[in-house]
């Protein structure tokens, strides 16, 4: 059963302009990470540091075959020519100009292909896959209101102040222009870049900065689009989206309705060989230290395993180590994580043949859509962020790009998984949630994972899902522009 799936949702980027659309892009091995210090992670108020964790990788791995539930250092992982990346070119499930958010231009399909989206009106051209017009935008209306401050032009965009209260809607509405994006700003052009404001606050100040132009249309995020089932959520286009209630005793917890009943760790925290560390209304985890399992560990408690990582004794955990739930490990101590029992499903149904088995993809040989939103060569994880000092070691970064997704996808042996998603846990990360979606031959489940501690790399646990034939885990930043990271996404058979 997966443990609940938590969607996020969080306004759109307000800082996204016409640069923050792009293409899907398959990312080459790159050359060594760049040796000066970090760049900070796309929140302004956060100090420049240095990783809390970093781990070596293969730069040329793909999805691979990793045979056992050894740990991330283990030799010998042998790669599987029948996944992506290799020979089989039927693994590969090409994008869509849909799928990209595209209307014009041709683009990479992620599969080796074109793919032609169409062209533009004689009156427009296409820009980063959207039709904008070439006609002269006309800022005399900011020019000549005694409450605005006109400071740039293009042919695209006007750009300036408002020094009177009234917001940025209404400053781009004097020139007959959407708001693109707002920032922070004072009397006499002063624009504060790292302040990141939306267009559509009614946030108090006298003066901000408002840029103003044609751009495309925004396109207002649903609930589907979210994977929300209850909640009410920014739509990223200024307005609120309501997307329904649970029923008791259910709440909402990020867009989905999760049992409030509190589970009973009691009988871990009672056993002398088990130490109990966590103790939330979903989760009981913590440290066996009699060697017993933690199938036992988490049967004390009436509950399954749904995770098990590296431990040692006083609430120790190795987050990249990550072992199977069942059998002994013949360890004295290990990590567990528990959950509520359920019984197996019957319709994820496995073959002898070709039976479930560990596979890896890293970041490097994933696909990324709006390749200008991601940094990819500056560390050995892939992220998002903002601010143009990560251009230095990143020439395909665009400073203020902040949307972009990332796309692992697998050629998978039909039964239930563990998707574990490893990324670098900063102070600074999304707020809400990195989104991920877990796409299975047209069906999708979303699931949020929180990488808003200090706690360096870690390999989160996405959920447990029934997966077999193309599979795709996407790291979905397009409706937070929120930092998230990525350095690989692994699937663990799990019975359970």
């Given at each position: 059963m997966p443990r609940p799936s938590l969607a996020s949702a969080a306004a759109c980027c307000a800082a996204c302009t016409l640069l923050s659309c792009g293409s899907a892009q398959v990312l080459p091995p790159p050359s060594a990470a760049d040796g000066?210090?970090?760049?900070?992670?796309?929140?302004?108020?956060?100090?420049?540091?240095?990783?809390?964790?970093?781990?070596?990788?293969?730069?040329?791995?793909?999805?691979?075959?990793?045979?056992?539930?050894?740990?991330?250092?283990?030799?010998?992982?042998?790669?599987?020519?029948?996944?992506?990346g290799a020979a089989d070119a039927q693994a590969c499930?090409?994008?869509?100009?849909?799928?990209?958010?595209?209307?014009?231009?041709t683009w990479p399909d992620g599969c080796g292909h074109d793919l032609p989206c169409g062209d533009c009106p004689a009156s427009s051209t296409c820009q980063q896959g959207h039709c904008v017009t070439t006609e002269r935008v006309d800022c005399s209306g900011l020019a000549n209101h005694e409450g605005f401050e006109l400071c740039a032009q293009t042919d695209q965009t006007c750009s300036g102040l408002f020094t009177n209260g009234v917001g940025c809607t209404a400053f781009c509405a004097?020139?007959?222009?959407p708001c693109l994006a707002r920032y922070g700003g004072d009397l006499g052009c002063q624009k504060e870049p790292q302040n990141v404001l939306s267009c559509a606050d009614d946030n108090g100040h006298l003066s901000?900065?408002?840029?103003?132009?044609?751009?495309?249309?925004?396109?207002?995020?649903?609930?589907?689009?979210?994977?929300?089932?209850?909640?009410?959520?920014?739509?990223?286009?200024?307005?609120?989206?309501?997307?329904?209630?649970?029923?008791?005793?259910?709440?909402?917890?990020?867009?989905?309705?999760?049992?409030?009943?509190?589970?009973d760790c009691s009988g871990i925290a009672a056993h002398a060989g088990f130490e109990l560390c966590v103790d939330t209304a979903q989760t009981c985890a913590g440290v066996f230290t009699n060697g017993a399992g933690c199938e036992a560990y988490c049967a004390a408690a009436g509950l399954r395993c749904v995770a098990s990582y590296g431990g040692d004794s006083g609430c120790q955990k190795e987050p990249l180590n990550i072992l199977s739930c069942g059998g002994a490990s013949g360890r004295l101590s290990d990590w567990c994580e528990c959950g509520p029992d359920v019984p197996p499903d019957p319709n994820c149904s496995t073959s002898a043949s070709d039976p479930p088995r560990q596979l890896e993809m890293h970041f490097r040989s994933a696909t990324f859509q709006n390749r200008s939103a991601w940094v990819l060569t500056c560390r050995d994880y892939a992220y998002t962020a903002m601010y143009a000092e990560h251009e230095e070691c990143?020439?395909?970064?665009?400073?203020?790009?902040?949307?972009?997704?990332?796309?692992?996808?697998?050629?998978?042996?039909?039964?239930?998984?563990?998707v574990f998603?490893?990324?670098?846990?900063?102070?600074?990360?999304?707020?809400?949630?990195?989104?991920?979606?877990?796409?299975?031959?047209?069906?999708?489940?979303?699931?949020?994972?929180?990488?808003?501690?200090?706690?360096?790399?870690?390999?989160?646990?996405?959920?447990?899902?029934?997966?077999?034939?193309?599979?795709?885990?996407?790291?979905?930043?397009?409706?937070?522009?929120?930092?998230?990271?990525v350095q690989k996404v692994r699937l663990v058979p799990n019975t359970r």
């Open positions: 000066s210090t970090e760049p900070h992670l796309f929140d302004a108020d956060s100090p420049l540091r240095p990783d809390a964790e970093t781990v070596a990788e293969d730069a040329s791995a793909g999805a691979i075959d990793a045979g056992s539930s050894a740990p991330d250092s283990a030799a010998g992982i042998s790669a599987d020519a029948s996944l992506p499930s090409p994008a869509t100009c849909e799928s990209l958010g595209v209307e014009c231009g004097a020139a007959g222009l901000d900065w408002c840029e103003c132009g044609r751009g495309a249309a925004c396109q207002p995020a649903t609930c589907t689009s979210l994977g929300a089932e209850c909640g009410t959520f920014a739509d990223g286009c200024g307005s609120d989206l309501t997307c329904g209630a649970c029923n008791a005793p259910s709440t909402c917890v990020q867009g989905h309705c999760v049992d409030s009943s509190q589970l990143d020439s395909q970064y665009q400073a203020g790009s902040c949307r972009g997704s990332a796309h692992f996808a697998f050629n998978v042996p039909r039964g239930r998984y563990d998603m490893t990324g670098m846990h900063t102070t600074n990360r999304n707020p809400a949630g990195a989104l991920v979606r877990v796409r299975v031959d047209g069906t999708e489940q979303v699931a949020t994972v929180n990488q808003r501690d200090s706690a360096g790399l870690v390999a989160d646990l996405v959920g447990n899902y029934c997966l077999g034939g193309n599979v795709e885990i996407i790291l979905d930043s397009t409706v937070s522009g929120q930092s998230d990271s």
